[in-house]
């Protein structure tokens, strides 16, 4: 995965759209459209594999429309301008994050330490059940 190169590609392939905020905060509230939904097409998406992009539309099959955009909306600033930011920023983030695939976990052996202590300890919790028994058992 080529970073600079999804993040130029989401910039220049974004698509806004502004709402009204909804909740609290008078006036303000019911005149301004703060509230930004942004959304990139994926299949225009340039710096990732074909696997990635798999990857990216099975981890956030909720985020994504019926025509393949991956959308992010964003309300929480006072300012249409500082939304927009956030939600380009996240949009990119969650692209970046879905993306990455993971390394394979190698199995390592338990250390020889490691095995005498199990050891150890089985031998001792043995031992405490073998003195419970009863005097007349003997």
């Known amino acids: 995965m080529r970073i600079e190169l999804v993040r130029a590609s989401v910039e220049s392939l974004i698509e806004r759209e502004y709402a009204r905020s909804g909740g609290p905060g008078g006036q303000n509230v019911n005149k301004v459209e703060t509230k930004v939904r942004v959304r ?72 020889r330490a490691s095995k005498e202590r199990r050891l150890d300890g089985k031998h001792k919790h043995s031992l405490s059940k073998s003195r419970r028994g009863s005097p007349l058992a003997e």
């Open 40 to 111: 990139v097409p994926l299949a225009l998406v340039q710096g990732l594999s074909v696997a990635e992009k798999e990857r990216v539309v099975g981890l956030l099959a909720s985020r994504i429309d019926a025509d393949g955009s991956l959308f992010v909306a964003v309300d929480e600033e006072r300012t249409r301008f500082a939304n927009e930011k956030t939600a380009i920023l996240r949009l990119i983030d969650l692209l970046i994050k879905a993306a990455r695939i993971p390394k394979k976990r190698l199995p390592t052996k338990p250390t």
